[in-house]
């Protein structure tokens, strides 16, 4: 087998690759021979059918076949020979294929860039300094007590804040359209989840009041047709409940799990303590992490960018399903273009933190795989066999490996940085 590789565009390579007919040829008649013993040719028995009759009808399927085996392995014979780290998968472009001769064929590709590691040595890099209040815990109380308030029903006038139950039947140019009529709604009013103008037009109505509002969809609606487009609903309003908050005392941190209130505030301001370290923490990696890509400038193969990408896509269609609670449509794709550029910064970020790792010999303890494992495992109903079902899959254990290693070189990043300071 003879090799060469001849450098394109950047990353990119072109690896020409022939087989000579001594390796093609050994292959294929020894898989013929393996075929023919249970081939079943139309006038022989299973099995008894000869070689030559084999070949006539199977041969040129079976040598096809042999190829792509040989492509598959003296491909990666090849890379290994050159010392070609490949990025992607190869696009590979077989030559002609005839009996007792050789075969040329090409595989261009692209390989990871070469990466000497620069430290950021004597900058300055501002990070936000914050520290917690007594009005920081006191709100966060107080968006406690909102998230447990309790509704009655009120015989008055309604007002932001009020939960109202009502029908609507909306139309536009005097038509119906999708999604125009409702029946007993519930709706808080003040909450904005509904067009500008409809919650405030059903401000001051009383329980058994009708009326006609004229609103605008906004310009940016995700219906298309409607989008900008002025209605008129009507309106009748059958309830009006009132928000009542819960007392802060004892009897609501109860409810919450807490002994009393003075633990409950004490809990509060340490979550809110470990919250705001953890948060600085992380924005001061991030200008060390956003450093180290200024300083360290590398090109990027565009096939390691195509995959972050889709990864992202994965991730958004999951996000979108656990907010609306439906599956992102299959045959609607998601644009590449806006993903582009944070994709292309963690690929970037990735292969300098792998090449950070390599530098440092950064290696994984399995305490630490041991800790994520059961981490993971909590947000199930039966985290032991989730532990189990973790440790069996070597493919999770890999990436829970990679993930950490990862984690690990970032923190290490940010503490080994030379003479940077945060002022």
């Known amino acids: 087998m003879k090799s060469s590789v001849e450098t394109l565009a950047g990353l990119q390579r072109k690896m020409t690759v022939v087989l000579p007919p001594e390796h093609i040829e050994p292959k294929y008649h020894e898989r013929l021979k393996e075929y023919a013993k249970t081939a079943q040719i139309k006038g022989f028995r299973p099995g008894k059918a000869p070689l030559k009759i084999i070949e006539q009808k199977m041969g040129e399927s079976i040598r096809f076949d042999v190829i792509a085996k ?20 190869p696009n590979v472009s077989p030559g002609e294929i005839k009996k007792d001769q050789s075969m040329t064929y090409t595989a261009t590709f692209e390989i ?30 107080t968006h406690l ?19 109202v139950l009502i029908d609507f039947e909306g139309t536009v140019d005097g038509k119906p359209f999708n999604g125009n009529t409702a029946k007993n709604f519930h709706l808080e009013l003040g909450s904005k989840n509904m067009i500008p103008g409809f919650e405030e037009g059903i401000v001051g109505m009383k329980p058994d009041d009708e009326k006609t509002i004229q609103v605008t969809f906004p310009e940016d609606y995700h219906a298309k047709d409607l989008a900008g487009k002025k209605s008129e609903f009507k309106i009748k309003l059958h309830k009006v409940e009132e928000a009542e908050l819960p007392e802060l005392n004892d009897e609501f941190a109860k409810k919450l799990g807490v002994e009393d209130l003075e633990t409950l505030k004490k809990d509060i301001r340490e979550t809110m303590e470990r919250n705001l370290k953890n948060k600085l923490w992380e924005l001061k990696k991030t200008r060390v992490l956003n450093k180290l890509l200024e300083k ?6 565009r096939a390691l960018v195509e995959m972050e990408i889709d ?44 090449e950070f790792i390599k530098e440092n010999n950064i290696k994984i303890d399995e305490e630490r795989v041991k800790a994520k494992i059961e981490e993971l495992a909590k947000n199930y109903q039966q985290p032991e066999k989730m532990i189990e079902a973790y440790r069996q899959n070597k493919q999770i254990l890999a990436q829970m490996n990679a993930g950490l290693m990862r984690q690990l070189a970032q923190g ?12």
């Open 311 to 354: 990864n992202m896509h994965v991730m958004a269609k999951q996000q979108f399903a656990q907010i609306r609670g439906v599956e992102w449509p299959k045959d609607k794709a998601l644009p590449r273009e806006p993903y582009m550029e944070q994709a292309t910064k963690q690929v970037k970020l990735g292969l300098l933190l792998a």
């Open 70 to 89: 040989l492509i598959e392995s003296s491909f990666y014979e090849a890379t290994q020979e050159n010392k070609l780290k490949i990025a992607g998968q």
């Open 112 to 141: 990871y860039p070469d990466i000497i590691f620069k430290k950021i040595d004597g900058e300055t890099l501002e990070v936000p300094s914050a520290e917690l209040t007594d009005k920081d815990t006191t709100g966060m109380l």
């Open 412 to 423: 290490m990043g940010v503490l080994s940085s030379t003479s940077v300071t945060f002022p």
């Open 145 to 163: 007590q909102k998230q447990h308030v309790a509704f009655k029903e009120v015989n008055r006038a309604s007002k932001n804040g009020d939960k």
């Open 296 to 301: 360290n400038s590398i090109e990027v193969p």
